[in-house]
């Protein structure tokens, strides 16, 4: 083979292979990074597509705080409180000051990694900042989990009194 082709040849191989690592190790980066997110319900139960996160996952979950569940350590800036959807409630414990609009009974979202099968440890809680703001992933799954009310035609129109 002629050294000239050959040095080309070799060239190309390289630059392939570092090519294929670089990709590789995005690829892995990415995947590290990406956090799913779940509902209380799909948390405990699965999505819809059998997929359930493993005990040390990092992942989003939102919902809202279930009203008398949230508990203050005097000591320190931890906070333990139950988050709930229509299924059962999830436990999330969170180190730090809670953002402002943080209150019982409003929706939250918190990102953190799984601890046990309800169970979070939160690195940040991120709370709607009105009455009508709601995530989008929270709305989506709150489409697909909720059914609207149903009304009859008296509680439409009000009692009279």
């Given at each position: 083979?002629?050294?000239?082709?050959k040095k080309r040849l070799t060239l190309l191989l390289a630059l392939v292979v570092g090519?294929?690592?670089?990709?590789?190790?995005i690829l892995y980066a990415l995947n590290q990074n990406m956090d799913l997110f779940y509902t209380p319900t799909e948390l405990v139960q699965g999505k819809p597509d059998g997929t359930k996160p493993e005990v040390g996952q990092r992942?989003?979950?939102?919902?809202?705080?279930v009203k008398g569940s949230v508990q203050r350590d005097?000591?320190?800036?931890e906070v333990q409180f139950d988050?709930?959807?229509?299924?059962?409630?999830?436990?999330?414990?969170?180190?730090?000051?809670?953002?402002?609009?943080?209150?019982?009974?409003?929706g939250i979202v918190a990102q953190g990694v799984l601890v046990?099968?309800?169970t979070i440890e939160a690195h940040e809680v991120l709370a709607k900042h009105d009455e009508e703001y709601m995530p989008p992933e929270v709305?989506?799954?709150?489409k697909k989990t909720h059914?609207?009310?149903?009304?009859?035609?008296?509680?439409?129109?009000?009692?009279?009194?």
């Amino acid at each position: 083979m002629n050294p000239r082709r050959k040095k080309r040849l070799t060239l190309l191989l390289a630059l392939v292979v570092g090519l294929g690592a670089t990709v590789g190790l995005i690829l892995y980066a990415l995947n590290q990074n990406m956090d799913l997110f779940y509902t209380p319900t799909e948390l405990v139960q699965g999505k819809p597509d059998g997929t359930k996160p493993e005990v040390g996952q990092r992942l989003r979950i939102g919902g809202m705080v279930v009203k008398g569940s949230v508990q203050r350590d005097p000591q320190s800036l931890e906070v333990q409180f139950d988050v709930a959807d229509v299924g059962p409630a999830v436990t999330i414990k969170y180190d730090g000051i809670l953002p402002d609009l943080f209150r019982e009974g409003q929706g939250i979202v918190a990102q953190g990694v799984l601890v046990n099968a309800t169970t979070i440890e939160a690195h940040e809680v991120l709370a709607k900042h009105d009455e009508e703001y709601m995530p989008p992933e929270v709305a989506e799954a709150m489409k697909k989990t909720h059914e609207p009310l149903q009304y009859s035609e008296a509680q439409l129109q009000g009692s009279v009194q």
